[in-house]
């Protein structure tokens, strides 16, 4: 079965970086696209970045210019680097995969951003 762990969240202050992993077992990284998405308190799940098996990124408009996605398909990971952090980046991370038209979820992993 496919599962997907994500880790690296935390507590930092505004300004601050954190870089998140996504661990992938019962997949392949190096053939699927994988995305980041994040959902803040009282709000809906947003697409947050996406890396495709090509190595193409892309972002929320959001995040342009703070955040990286990344892969290592040796290890079977991707990476989110999260730089100048704002206290509105506060959400749960989610990485997510499609298999054969089915999405697979982490569990996500907790990010506060404090002012």
């Known amino acids: 079965q496919v599962q997907l762990v994500e880790s690296g969240g935390g507590l930092v202050q505004a300004g601050g970086s954190l870089r998140l992993s996504c661990a992938g077992s019962g997949i392949r990284f190096s053939i699927r696209a994988i995305n980041w998405y994040r959902q803040p308190p009282g709000k809906q799940r947003e697409l947050v970045a996406t890396i495709t098996s090509g190595g193409t990124t892309n972002y929320a408009d959001s995040v342009k210019g703070r955040f990286t996605i990344s892969r290592d398909n040796a290890k079977n990971l991707v990476y989110l680097q999260m730089n100048s952090l704002k206290p509105e980046d506060t959400a749960v991370y989610y990485c997510?995969?499609?298999?054969?038209?089915?999405?697979?979820w982490g569990q996500g992993t907790q990010v506060t951003v404090s002012s």
């Open positions: 997510n995969a499609r298999v054969y038209e089915r999405p697979y």
